[in-house]
């Protein structure tokens, strides 16, 4: 068979299968409301005014405007010299007790 021959029925039936699909959605979206939300979306776009725009952007400039909480405004935790003391005995006894398990589990090996 020709090629040219089998790409025009391949297009025919192309074009066949695109005019059930338009027709079958054309179905769908005459008011039975089982249209896509792309369909639903292009149908009711919004506009808004350019008074409410501009009401919108002041209240938006005004929520960016209102005063965050910073690292300075929230009390230093500041840990004394006697408690870091306390902290760096208890981690230097802990790794001792560590190292003393594995010296250990060598002896026994």
Known sequence: ???NRILYELKAERDRIDRAI???EGLNS???GSAS?????????RTFS???RARMAAAQRARWAKPR???ASQPARRVSRA????MAAAQRARWAKVKAQKLAEKKAA
Do not use: E, L, N
């Not at 939300?37 to 776009?45: D, L, M, N, P, W």
């Not at 408690?83 to 306390?86: G, L």
């Open 1 to 3: 068979m020709d090629t």
């Open 22 to 24: 338009s027709a079958i």
């Open 30 to 32: 005459a008011g039975h």
């Open 37 to 45: 939300r792309a369909q639903r979306a292009a149908r009711t776009r």
């Open 50 to 52: 350019a008074a409410t």
């Open 69 to 71: 909480p910073t690292q």
């Open 83 to 86: 408690a870091r003391k306390r």
